[in-house]
């Protein structure tokens, strides 16, 4: 197999031998990666599966004859996921503004929000309104 997909096959092998899959339930690597189950799989791996999947479709594409498929570098999506190192333009972090959330944040409707703006608005221009007197 060419190099470009050597890299997300060996995490996907490691991915499903530490799965519950393979450790807990005793099935084979192949049998965990078929239809009845891969939704025990975890997320992580049936992302590599995926990834996998696209990487040897991409060896065939002929779009890509020419360049060739481009290799997956999975070090630097790894430390993406701990929110290092990972780049998207001009050497700063693609994820450097997002702040971490525990999930229990309570989000505020649209309406609400648009509500709120008008409404200062509306004190901005009686605040206006009563300097002008």
């Given at each position: ?87 998207l333009y001009a050497g700063k972090s ?40």
């Open positions: 197999m060419p190099s470009s997909c050597k890299e997300i096959r060996k995490a996907l092998a490691e991915c499903l031998q530490e799965s519950e899959c393979v450790m807990v339930q005793r099935h084979k690597a192949s049998d965990c990666l078929r239809e009845p189950l891969v939704d025990t799989l975890p997320v992580k791996c049936r992302q590599l599966k995926k990834g996998f999947g696209e990487c040897k479709r991409g060896m065939i594409d002929m779009r890509k004859r020419f360049r060739g498929n481009q290799p997956v570098a999975l070090k630097a999506l790894q430390e993406a996921d701990k929110g290092e190192g990972y780049q693609a994820f450097q503004s997002v702040r971490p959330t525990d999930g229990k944040e309570e989000v505020k409707d649209w309406r609400e929000v648009e509500n709120e703006q008008y409404r200062a608005q509306l004190a901005r221009e009686e605040l206006k309104r009563l300097n002008k007197k």
